[in-house]
């Protein structure tokens, strides 16, 4: 995936105990390219279920994109 690509990618969980204001300002470092989403691998939407199992049981060191 280039950088590009990763650019569109941006996921905020948020919580009903927080402003709009603090997702903004969580958000700010991520907008401005100070952090970058790690990647341990993509996969085919098919691998959806397994891609899933590896995230719970905690083997990626990052994100794993699922490609449609």
């Known amino acids: ?3 590009k ?4 990618w941006i996921q905020i969980i948020a ?7 603090d997702v903004a300002d969580a958000a700010s470092p991520v ?4 952090v970058l989403a790690i990647i341990s691998r993509t996969a085919p939407i098919q691998e959806a279920n397994v891609a899933l199992a590896q ?3 905690g083997d990626p060191v990052g994100r ?3 490609q449609w």
């Open 1 to 3: 995936m280039t950088q």
């Open 5 to 8: 690509e990763q650019e569109k």
């Open 15 to 21: 919580s009903h105990n927080h402003s709009v204001r």
């Open 31 to 34: 907008n401005e390219g100070r």
């Open 55 to 57: 995230l719970r049981a």
């Open 64 to 66: 794993i994109v699922l």
